[in-house]
């Protein structure tokens, strides 16, 4: 049996001390965050439901797309990472919008979306779920603030900071997957479909809320939902993380 020694029984009360005024500091520091940021949680939530009706219809879109021969749009872009190329005999630096120029003075456009041709699409739907969840939980927390231990309380900044910061992320995803159907987007692939020296017969354009595709031996039309170009706003996240006090001691920190 080892008995605790004198030494250990004052180190241990020394740091039962310390531990205790770095708690005294610590929650009111959390506290005050809390009470600053903590409206950032239900707004986040209002701004991921307002979203997954957009994410169905891209998932839509996409599943319409594999079985139509637009699928083989897929291969295009694939090839260029996303990019549509265009040949100009005018390697100045003006350049048409929506398209900017590369090395060699041809035009180039990044097709935002794109990978909705690809049999692999991001499961926006799923991320949408695993946020919505994290941010209930969270807000559930905030509901009982007062009850809530110092494990919790000192831990609700950080949740708070992290749940919508996870929720803005996949908010401006999404908005980036619907710039697929704006108007830069559309002028790009007219210009794109124009060009007759761009190593594809394949034409794509989107007309009226219609995707319409052609490659000279199949054609076909899919009609782009109104819900996918609803207007997203990435919810507002706390200006910075809560640093809580904690001692450093061997290199490493203690918090209490």
């Not at 180039?108 to 695993?130: M, T």
């Not at 941010?135 to 949740?159: C, K, M």
């Not at 910061?165 to 124009?194: H, T, V």
Request: net charge neutral; hydrophobic share 40%.
């Amino acid at each position: 049996m080892i008995v605790p020694s004198r030494t250990d029984d004052t180190y241990n009360a020394h740091m039962s001390t310390y531990r205790h005024y770095l708690r005294s500091i610590n929650r009111p520091l959390a506290e005050g965050y809390i009470r600053r940021e903590g409206q950032h949680v239900p707004a986040a939530i209002l701004e991921l439901a307002k979203a997954v009706p957009v994410a169905l219809a891209i998932a839509r879109l996409h599943e319409a797309i594999l079985c139509s021969p637009a699928r083989n749009f897929w291969a295009v872009v694939r090839e260029t990472k996303g990019v549509l190329f265009v040949r100009s005999a005018d390697t100045g630096q003006e350049h048409p919008w929506p398209w900017g120029r590369t090395k060699s003075g041809n035009m180039r456009f990044r097709l935002p979306g794109h990978l909705v041709f690809s049999p692999w699409l991001p499961d926006f739907h799923g991320g949408l779920r695993s946020r919505m969840i994290w941010l209930q939980r969270v807000a559930g927390q905030l509901e009982t603030l007062e009850n809530e231990d110092y494990f919790s309380v000192s831990h609700l900044p950080h949740w708070i900071w992290d749940a919508t910061l996870g929720a803005k992320q996949i908010i401006r995803e999404i908005q980036a997957f619907q710039g697929f159907a704006m108007p830069d987007s559309i002028a790009a692939l007219d210009r794109w479909s124009n060009e007759p020296q761009r190593g594809s017969n394949i034409v794509l354009r989107i007309s009226q809320g219609t995707l319409v595709y052609d490659d000279g031996s199949d054609h076909c039309e899919i009609e782009i939902s109104e819900t996918l170009t609803q207007p997203l706003i990435a919810p507002s996240t706390p200006d910075r993380p809560l640093i809580l006090h904690s001692v450093r001691a061997g290199g490493q920190s203690y918090w209490a």
